[in-house]
């Protein structure tokens, strides 16, 4: 599993005996090179004989070291997958008897995350068979995004709970008042935890975002490759 979208690559060209051809290099490690979607962090070429059964071969190789732009992954993908898991709290703050509207609203998020994580895996990301960096980040935007609409399904369901007990509540006026402490009440801790499952969620997308990039910033390459 590669954290980093970076890789090391090795470029050999043989074939003939050194009876035939003998390649070697025409220029040194200080040549500058640039590639369009790539940082070439670090290159060396080298020269090889390799001797086996039918003669020796003369080979040459290069050795790249890239890392690509990540500017663009931010722009295109990080901050918009940041942006719907913030999103995916506002349903917390609507009032709990608007529940069409707190649905519809986490049913978009979830999906406009759903696009964007296609988007991301058909024409940023080049198809190779490695997890990526970018692979766990929205994934786990993914995870969050599905555990607040869960939590606003959940939450909403106690509170329709609530409603119809204090509607049957008033049809009886000998426990009207029982049953509407019951549902104030009632009303009162789905509060309590949509409140700290939307603290919850942030604390853990805050915590994840601190240990990825730490990761990402400042650990060695060579270590997470």
Request: proline share 2%.
């Amino acid at each position: 599993m590669h954290l980093h979208v970076h890789s090391k690559c090795f470029c050999f060209l043989d074939g003939y005996s050194i009876d035939d051809i003998q390649y070697e290099w025409k220029f040194d490690n200080d040549m500058d090179i640039e590639l369009s979607t790539f940082a070439v962090v670090e290159y060396k070429n080298f020269t090889q004989f390799l001797n086996i059964s039918t003669g020796i071969y003369s080979r040459i190789g290069i050795e790249f070291i890239i890392d690509r732009h990540s500017l663009g992954y931010i722009c295109r993908t990080y901050i918009p997958s940041a942006l719907l898991v913030i999103a995916s709290l506002l349903p917390f703050r609507l009032q709990a008897k608007l529940f069409f509207a707190r649905l519809t609203l986490s049913g978009t998020i979830l999906l406009a995350h759903v696009i964007t994580m296609i988007t991301a895996n058909s024409v940023i990301v080049p198809n190779i068979g490695l997890t990526t960096s970018l692979d766990i980040y929205l994934l786990v935007c993914f995870l969050l995004i599905t555990a607040s609409l869960t939590l606003v399904i959940f939450s909403l369901s106690r509170a329709s709970n609530g409603e119809c007990g204090n509607k049957e509540g008033n049809l009886n006026s000998g426990d009207s008042f029982a049953e509407s402490s019951k549902a104030n009440r009632l009303r009162t801790e789905n509060d309590t935890c949509e409140k700290n499952a939307m603290i919850s969620l942030a604390l853990v997308f805050l915590l994840f975002n601190t240990i990825y990039w730490s990761i990402c910033l400042f650990v060695p390459t060579f270590m997470i490759s």
